[in-house]
């Protein structure tokens, strides 16, 4: 992206409706005013809004150094907001009207696309994580390193920008650049999609020990305990065997808690044991990995390859050490109980296209104690998506169509109270006033006729 430069000072600036700052999606509306100073005499007026990705890579040999580096256009989208009638500059754009400020205002309208539109001039192989062809999801903005090593002191810059760039031409020319951050939508999360944790040995926890002996003395002499572990083996000490999984949600929201819910099942015990021993958490810890890589096309005298990098940068999301039998392990443990298991609310979501990809897996680990006896279990660990911004509504259902009432008969009760004649306190309530008056007058005895 040009060097931004979109100041209120300046001749040309853009004004933007709203706040500058607002990460803008797909489908949003961007609207604003061009002000442009009579002075500049521009004989032409461009708006343009563009997005691209930038890759750089540093490929090291000894003391020396190869930097490669990439560019590729995601879209471009243009609007003449004025054109003179005469060539060269003029004050022709006066004729639009001056406003308050002394400044030619010229209003524009966009609307965010959804998809990258344009082809890359340099072709993109297809490969696993990466994308080829136009029509892919716009990734996020974002300006990060990526470091193949702690030790490497060269930096890996990579970017994807969009900005808005006005294009002035007249007595001299002017580009004024504005960015705008943009943020994929969110799409609805459903809860009840976890993490694939198909039955694995990983996910299993077996102890034996004598000390799961319900005869164990724990205040037996040293030179018992010493004779003990000399004749006994593992198949005379008592054993228990469980499975312990964390169902962790395939997408997580960055900034919220990750809703981690345990299950833990018995599977088999040895015959001496007649309860199930109780199983303590000593330490948890909860893991976000990411892998950020990079690729820029090369062709050379050995064939067209990719250069590329990648990182593996950890997230220590949780990490908690627990007191000695103080916190009791058991089926649906809340995960909120062991403590917080909140994302970094700046964390670059999921993504992938041309030259850049940045993927996220987790990694679920506890350390457990039974009869004093310690061991550590990896809960959970598979890929998933972490996504960023404001969550959409799921997909509503069309109203209800009310329905008419049921269709029932009239009793012949019912009839007859229907069709009772009203009663003349009825009449009188229900009939108009005029109506009313000339029934009182009915009632009135006629005058005697007139003798003469």
């Given at each position: 992206m040009p060097t931004p430069n979109?100041?209120?000072?300046?001749?040309v600036y853009i004004d933007l409706d709203g706040n500058p700052s607002y990460h803008y999606t797909c489908g949003d509306v961007i609207r604003g005013i061009v002000r442009v100073h009579p002075t500049v005499r521009p004989s032409s007026v461009k708006l343009f809004l563009k997005g691209?990705?930038?890759?750089?890579?540093v490929v090291q040999k000894g003391q020396n150094s190869t930097t490669y580096k990439e560019k590729v256009e995601l879209f471009s989208h243009g609007l003449k907001l004025f054109g003179s009638s005469q060539p060269g500059a003029s004050y022709e754009i006066v004729n639009k009207g001056i406003a308050e400020d002394g400044n030619v205002e010229l209003p524009f309208q966009f609307i965010f696309p959804s998809s990258v539109e344009s082809n890359p001039t340099t072709r993109f192989p297809e490969r696993r994580g990466f994308e080829h062809q136009p029509g892919h999801p716009l990734p996020p903005s974002l300006s990060a390193s990526i470091r193949e090593s702690s030790l490497s002191f060269s930096s890996n810059d990579q970017a994807v920008e969009y900005w808005i760039e006005a294009q002035v031409f007249g007595k001299a020319a002017h580009s004024v650049v504005q960015p705008l951050p943009f943020l994929p939508p969110v799409p609805f999360i459903d809860p009840t999609r976890f993490i694939n944790t198909t039955p694995d040995r990983r996910y299993e926890l077996f102890v034996t020990s004598r000390k799961l002996h319900p005869d164990y003395n724990p205040d037996e002499k040293?030179?018992?305990?010493f004779k003990n572990a000399l004749t006994s083996n593992s198949e005379k000490a008592p054993w228990a065997k469980w499975r312990i999984k964390a169902y962790v949600p395939t997408t997580l929201l960055a900034g919220a808690q990750i809703p981690i819910k345990i299950s833990f099942q018995h599977l088999k015990s040895s015959e001496e044991l007649l309860d199930v021993p109780p199983l303590y958490i000593r330490r948890v810890q909860v893991k976000l990995i990411c892998t950020s890589s990079a690729r820029i096309p090369y062709s050379g005298f050995t064939g067209e390859r990719d250069i590329d990098t990648s990182e593996i940068d950890e997230h220590?999301?949780?990490?908690?050490?627990f007191p000695e039998q103080k916190m009791l392990l058991y089926d649906d443990l809340p995960f909120s109980d062991l403590g917080p298991t909140k994302l970094p609310e700046s964390i670059i979501p999921n993504f992938?296209?041309?030259g850049l990809q940045w993927e996220y897996s987790i990694h679920v680990k506890l350390e457990l104690e039974c009869a004093k006896v310690s061991s550590k279990v990896v809960a959970c660990h598979g890929p998933c998506r972490v996504v960023r911004g404001t969550i959409r509504p799921p997909p509503g259902e069309p109203p209800a169509q009310e329905v008419p009432p049921p269709f029932s008969e009239v009793s012949s009760s019912t009839e007859k109270v229907l069709s009772k004649e009203p009663s003349a306190v009825d009449t009188?309530?229900?009939?108009p006033e005029s109506s009313t008056a000339g029934a009182e007058n009915a009632s009135k005895e006629p005058p005697p006729p007139y003798q003469g």
């Open positions: 979109n100041f209120r000072s300046r001749p691209r990705c930038k890759m750089k890579i040293i030179f018992r305990r220590l999301i949780l990490h908690r050490s992938q296209t041309f009188a309530i229900d009939a």
